[in-house]
């Protein structure tokens, strides 16, 4: 037996555990939080968590409008999900991804049943990131070519292949490290477009086929997008775009990847973001959603046509934890819990309700610019002007730009709300459980909140 000691910290040094601040203590100092400088930041310490709220140790509840990171879709502590996972748990709780289990089989047949056209083929990963990089690997396999084109302001996923191909200013801090062969385009934001709605779709479009001359459409395996905009801030696409990149990758041999991390699984008021613009991907990236985010898990859904290419050869993926039985029957749960409480259809009615609700705060709040939605998946745009649409942080602000949307996220905070606040943007994407009340409980809480952006306005 080792008689190593467990810690070289006696008991006085650390903190007890069971309550708030104890349990901050224990986060801060011993682990480490994303996307953050490390020093000043102050965690809600969550005990528990149900339906559309958050609670903490002291019993103060927080209505979560941005459905964790637009992920927990079917609302927190559903009981479903533990008892379908109890059970898989108690038959098979892993094997290696090359046996077959039942749940794995129910799981693809089901996303087969959900996805359209030929979309029949499921690759079972552990995450929207790995869900990308998986894609772009086999678009490059199956189509013999290196290039993947993708959007500037754009997010795909945080490991190196996946930021590199993300348009998101977090990648630039590894620059010299990016995986090559990521190429970005611009496309240009309605809301700040100059000259006519009437060219801004021929702009894009046209933006988009000099781009892939300049970079040789035989050099080209894959377009990948959004199916809608999510933490860029909502961007919408001009009306009609995704059909014509749908018919340039035709036209071209290329892939088209509907990334649909963020607005799969009913967020948008559809299953499928891309369903709102009459297209069908080659490939959808998928995650968040997938399970609520009650486990870790993501698909890449593949279409007959690319998975024939691997009946007579290899198919170059593989993960440790694919097809985990466990989180199969978390999603394949998840998935049936859509259909029986019929919450893409509220998603898309509450979608409708919080338009109508934001449209007359405009009329209260100078700060309000844009809002930008689709089905639960929009956000506030605030500006210090609403002729000039000067935002009032700007695009990667630097922290001394970010005082007054500080300042309005420590107020939904104080007010009782989590809700993701980026830039000038204040998100609402709560879960597609909510009801009318609980959206009018929500916007209450931003628009006090917003009338501390009010004062910075100029109007």
């Known amino acids: 037996m080792s008689t190593k000691p467990i810690s070289n910290k006696t008991d006085a040094e650390i903190p007890p555990s069971g309550d708030g ?56 502590g559903d009981q479903r999900i533990t008892d379908a996972v109890v059970k898989q748990m108690q038959q098979v709780s892993y094997v290696t991804p090359n046996f077959a289990t039942k749940v794995r089989g129910e799981l693809g047949k089901k996303l087969a049943a959900i996805c359209p056209g030929d979309l029949n083929k499921a690759f079972f990963t552990l995450c929207g990131a790995t869900s990308v990089e998986n894609a772009v690997k086999l678009a490059r396999a199956y189509t013999g070519r290196h290039k993947i084109i993708t959007r500037y302001q754009s997010y795909h ?14 990648r630039l801090s590894m620059d010299a490290q990016q995986a090559p062969n990521f190429v970005h385009f611009d496309l240009p934001i309605l809301y700040r ?90 490939m959808i990236c998928m995650a968040k959603g997938l399970t609520s985010g009650y486990i870790p898990f993501g698909c890449l859904m593949v279409s007959d046509t690319i998975a ?41 009615a509450m979608g409708k309700y919080v338009e109508e609700k934001v449209e007359a705060l405009k009329q209260q709040h100078p700060c309000i610019g844009d809002f930008r939605n689709t089905g639960l998946l929009g956000c506030i745009e605030l500006v210090k002007n609403r002729q000039t649409k000067e935002p009032m942080a700007p695009f990667n602000a630097k922290p001394d730009e970010m005082k007054v949307m500080n300042e309005v996220a420590a107020a939904l905070k104080e007010k009782g709300m989590y809700s993701f606040v980026r830039w000038s943007y204040v998100f609402i994407a709560p879960p597609l459980t909510i009801t009318r009340e609980q959206v009018d409980e929500g916007l209450q809480i931003i628009s006090e909140a917003l009338a501390i952006a009010d004062q910075y306005t100029t109007n």
């Open 193 to 282: 477009w100059p000259h006519g709605e009437e060219s801004f779709l021929q702009e894009s479009i046209t933006s988009l086929e000099r781009l892939i001359a300049f970079e040789g459409p035989a050099n080209i395996a894959a377009i990948m997008l959004e199916g809608e905009s999510g933490s860029s801030g909502c961007l919408k696409y001009p009306v009609g775009y995704l059909k014509a990149v749908r018919e340039i990758c035709n036209r071209h041999g290329i892939l088209f990847i509907a990334d649909e991390v963020m607005s799969g699984f009913g967020r948008t008021g559809k299953w499928f973001g891309f369903e709102h613009h009459d297209v069908i991907p080659d």
């Open 157 to 170: 996923g945080s490991s190196y292949g996946a930021m590199s191909a993300s348009g998101d200013p977090r």
């Open 21 to 76: 601040d104890a349990v901050i203590n224990d986060n801060l100092n011993y682990t480490l939080f994303s996307w953050s400088k490390q020093k000043g930041i102050a965690p809600i310490p969550i005990q528990k968590a149900e339906g559309v709220y958050l609670y903490d140790y002291d019993g103060k509840r927080y209505i979560d409008f941005s459905s964790g990171l637009m992920n927990v879709n079917i609302g927190h």
């Open 308 to 348: 024939a290419k691997y009946d007579d050869s290899m198919l170059p993926l593989g993960l440790t934890y694919s097809a985990h039985p466990v989180a199969c029957a978390a999603a394949l749960e998840n998935l049936n819990i859509y259909e029986e409480d019929g919450l893409i259809a509220n998603a898309a």
